[in-house]
């Protein structure tokens, strides 16, 4: 690396090429991941509409290079959440959050937006039952909630 007289570190060449090249730390669980395809997945789809927003040609030639590389990323973001299952409020929520943003780009669904709806209501439903059965165990709630499962021969208590 070279340096200038005011000590700014100035990158060559081969520097940035070695940045470049180093590949992004790992996610340290797959809610990291969500929560990494999520905001990748919004980012990409806000940036694509935003494109088009503000390219003032009238057949958004400038827009449509850059956008389809956007599209791209956010459909192989969209469907890694699809994949994926979310263990953690923080990975549900960012599954949660781009909701709307998807409901927007999305006027018919194909597989892979379908896939993703029902892999975020599996994970709310699987968390929620969790959470409700700890609440109920602690004796947190005044409700019954009818969706934890009950174990084998455990009467239900109608009282």
Do not use: W
């Amino acid at each position: 690396m070279n340096t200038t007289r005011s000590n700014v570190v100035k990158l060559t060449r081969r520097d940035k090429e070695e940045r470049r090249s180093s590949s992004p730390p790992k996610p340290v669980d797959e809610n990291a991941a969500i929560i990494r395809a999520a905001v990748t997945y919004a980012q990409s789809t806000v940036g694509f509409h935003a494109g088009f927003a503000v390219d003032p040609d009238g057949n958004n030639s400038t827009a449509s290079d850059s956008g389809d590389r956007c599209e791209r990323r956010a459909q192989s973001a969209l469907a890694e959440l699809a994949r994926m299952k979310a263990t953690t409020a923080a990975a549900i929520a960012a599954k949660a959050r781009i909701v709307p943003i998807f409901l927007g780009d999305n006027p018919d669904f194909n597989e892979t937006d379908q896939a993703f709806l029902v892999g975020l209501a599996r994970d709310m439903h699987t968390f929620l039952v969790r959470v409700a059965s700890d609440e109920v165990a602690d004796g947190r709630t005044p409700f019954e909630y009818d969706f934890i499962p009950r174990a084998k021969g455990q009467a239900e208590d109608r009282s």
